[in-house]
């Protein structure tokens, strides 16, 4: 059975005796963090992925807040001017 086609992008890589390999010429970015998962077969499948905290997760389910604000960066005419100065003082 033949295997898949390689294309020129397609890096050779080598894992050393502890089961590291380097990815770099592969086209991974460095300081970037990535969800590694498996496949039955031993394909290896990295996709980009952020860490937010959970009180982040919940805000970002809170569909109706984050509409909002991205409504207001589309119009940032609505924005107003506070002087904080003058909240402070009451």
Avoid: C, W
């Avoid at 397609?10 to 894992?15: G, N």
């Avoid at 496949?39 to 290896?44: A, L, N, S, W, Y």
């Avoid at 952020?50 to 589309?74: C, K």
Wanted: charged share 30%; glycine share 8%; hydrophobic share 35%.
């Amino acid at each position: 059975m033949p295997g898949p086609a390689h294309t020129p992008q397609d890096a050779v890589v080598e894992a050393d005796d502890r089961g590291r390999i380097s990815l770099g010429r592969a086209g991974v970015q460095p300081n970037q963090r990535y969800v590694a998962h498996v496949e039955p077969d031993g394909t290896v499948i990295l996709t980009p992925a952020a860490v937010v905290t959970s009180y982040e997760a919940r805000f970002l389910q809170n569909m109706g807040l984050v509409e909002q604000i991205e409504d207001n960066r589309a119009h940032p005419e609505r924005l107003k001017k506070v002087d904080r100065k003058a909240r402070r003082r009451g």
